[in-house]
T-cell receptor
């Protein structure tokens, strides 16, 4: 079974609007961390935001916020006030506490295109 | 800005050639990883290391090999390149604190390998 599922292969958003990128996860480990990365066309992976499974509040980092719904096992990324530079691939990832290698499991990604 | 570097950024090479992809980090991280990523697809872990003289295979089977003789250096080698090895290879490192969930992995800019 997929540990991370991103059901939106591509998303479009108007500049200055907000957009939500979906991510659901699957784990039986009570302790885990969720990450979002941005991958521009240049190829590098840029860390955006982290949410721990025991965190009481949703994580926020500037224009990025994470809508964490633990019971639904979802960790959607919200980007407010979209900018042209936000156009990129976005990957959701999860690390399980006892997952061996402390590995990051990645979803298939969502390609976000910001329209001027 | 992360201090992890990959060389070369782009490599086009003929079938049967031996290649080594370099990855170096100056953060003193114990854990290092190699991911393989086809265009527009998710990242798959192919190798990881917990520290010097430690190397393990990841979730995705790969014909490549790795070595970890120094903390800062984690090269990946293909003894005989084939067109099926064409992909992007991403190197990452992470602080070695055990079971610390919120330490993100830092990624290099990737090597885009094309085998003709």
């Amino acid at each position: 079974a997929q540990k991370i599922t991103q059901t939106q292969p591509g998303m479009f958003v108007q500049e200055k609007e907000a957009v939500t990128l979906d991510c659901t996860y699957d784990t039986s480990d009570p302790s885990y961390g969720l990450f979002w990365y941005k991958q521009p066309s240049s190829g590098e992976m840029i860390f955006l935001i982290y949410q721990g499974s025991y965190d009481q509040q949703n994580a926020t980092e500037g224009r990025y916020s994470l809508n964490f719904q633990k019971a639904r096992k979802s960790a959607n990324l919200v980007i407010s006030a979209s900018q042209l530079g936000d156009s990129a691939m976005y990957f959701c990832a999860m690390r399980e506490r006892y997952g061996g290698a402390n590995n990051l499991f990645f979803g298939t990604g969502t390609r976000l295109t910001v329209i001027p | 800005e992360a201090d992890i570097y990959q060389t070369p950024r782009y490599l086009v090479i003929g079938t049967g050639k031996k290649i080594t992809l370099e990855c170096s980090q100056t953060m003193g991280h114990d854990k290092m990883y190699w991911y393989q990523q086809d265009p527009g697809m998710e990242l798959h872990l192919i190798h990881y290391s917990y520290g010097v003289n430690s190397t393990e295979k990841g979730d995705l089977s790969s014909e490549s090999t790795v070595s970890r003789i120094r903390t800062e250096h984690f090269p990946l080698t293909l003894e005989s390149a084939r067109p099926s090895h064409t992909s992007q290879y991403l190197c990452a490192s992470q602080s070695g604190q055990p079971l610390i969930m919120n330490t993100e992995a830092f990624f290099g800019q990737g090597t885009r390998l094309t085998v003709v």
